[in-house]
């Protein structure tokens, strides 16, 4: 505890005129003092005259101890206004990743989270690459969405995995944040970015790998026009971001290749069809219903095609072996768990469409699938998720 003199801080019975007439540097300190906490923000203005103040007291314990309160002062607030943004920051991607949610299809995804990108930093242009394992969608050179206005150099930009800067990223694992272009030794390379970025007058960049399991599979770059010394906060918020990017892309992409195998298993079932009723005439013996012009199949017909020759036990002990704990559950506890999972997959893994058509509101639906993974953990795993497929066609 430091003793000041009785006469060091203002009497609250002074007037504004007394005080400034006083002269004294402790009295216009301690002003300072408490309109820098009733006001903040003022933080700007106040510290810096607060400082000059300390600066100007005699030599002694006074000053040392009061030029210590004020930089321990400047060191809270700015703790302070630290945590606030990650506060905010934390609220927001509560809010961007609920919003991802509801973006159905890659493309629309993708783009809306270069968006977020360059909107969160608050820059002019921002770029998303994504690659296999994560998306196979593209073939090798993967998919990319951009946003903000280019000279078409930096939408000719094709990052590679294995090349240049991928590979770079790869290597460190690590954002590249570059105030003022490409490192000279970033340059050799990655020398088709430092091109592009030369061409669009891309200055200030900020580069981070997306990764799953440890491997780049992909990229979110964002790029300023101008000098521009990047904050650890934007960084964190950029790195933060493409890891909401591979979950949100991980679970869109397995959507969409599992719209894409029942597409292509509709069309086989629909050639086998005609070949068995070229070469055996068995067709006829596979359910059928009317239709416009004639019988058509309809769709538990197909499935009965690629099996008709298994015999029922055989086709029901797959069944049970497969989706048995759900069907027990439906039948133990009057649920509709077996129903509520192939509407789901029959409608590509989208929440909202499946719930629709089962009349129950989407939260409904995700409790329910969350009894499902209970009862099924390993449905939604690759390779494993047609097979369940195949299991609940046949139940129903």
């Excluded at 009733?38 to 030599?59: I, K, T």
């Excluded at 490409?182 to 340059?187: G, I, Q, V, Y």
């Amino acid at each position: 505890m430091i003793n000041l003199p009785n006469n060091t801080f203002p009497n609250p019975e002074l007037g504004a005129d007394q005080k400034r007439q006083s002269g004294d540097p402790l009295v216009e300190m301690a002003g300072l003092m408490n309109r820098l906490l009733e006001d903040p923000e003022s933080e700007a203005v106040l510290m810096p005259q607060l400082l000059r103040l300390s600066e100007a007291l005699p030599d002694g314990p006074t000053r040392g101890a009061l030029a210590s309160s004020v930089v321990a002062m400047s060191r809270l607030r700015g703790w302070l206004l630290q945590l606030q943004s990650r506060q905010r920051l934390t609220t927001r991607f509560s809010e961007v990743t609920a919003r991802l949610s509801r973006v159905e299809g890659l493309p629309a995804l993708m783009q809306a989270l270069a968006d977020e990108a360059r909107m969160m930093l608050d820059a002019p242009v921002a770029r998303l690459d994504v690659f296999a394992p994560l998306v196979v969608a593209g073939g090798p050179d993967g998919v990319r969405a951009h946003s903000g206005s280019t000279m078409g150099s930096l939408n000719q930009l094709r990052l590679l995995p294995g090349k240049g800067l991928v590979t770079h990223l790869s290597r460190q694992g690590l954002p590249l944040v570059m105030a003022d272009g490409l490192t000279e030794a970033l340059r050799h390379e990655a020398r088709d970015l430092d091109d592009a970025a030369r061409a669009e007058g891309l200055h200030g960049l900020v580069v981070v790998p997306l990764l799953l399991e440890g491997a780049c599979c992909g990229v979110l770059m964002v790029a300023d026009r101008v000098v521009r010394q990047w904050s650890v906060m934007d960084v964190d918020a950029l790195q933060q971001l493409a890891s909401v990017a591979v979950r949100a892309i991980g679970r869109v992409a397995r959507a969409d290749m599992a719209q894409h195998t029942l597409q292509a298993l509709h069309e086989r079932q629909r050639v086998l069809r005609q070949q068995i009723d070229r070469e055996t005439g068995l067709g006829a013996l596979l359910p059928v219903e009317p239709g416009e012009g004639g019988a058509t199949i309809p769709p538990l017909g197909t499935i009965a095609l690629l099996l008709w020759a298994v015999p029922p036990a055989v086709r029901g002990a797959y069944v049970d072996r497969v989706i048995g704990p759900l069907r027990r559950a439906d039948q133990a506890r009057g649920t509709s768990l077996v129903l509520t999972l192939l509407t789901y997959m029959d409608q590509g893994h989208n929440a909202r469409a499946a719930a629709r058509i089962l009349g129950v509101h989407v939260n409904t639906l995700h409790n329910r699938l969350e009894s499902i993974s209970a009862l099924l953990p390993d449905w939604n795993e690759p390779g494993r998720g047609l097979e369940v497929h195949l299991a609940l066609r046949l139940a129903e």
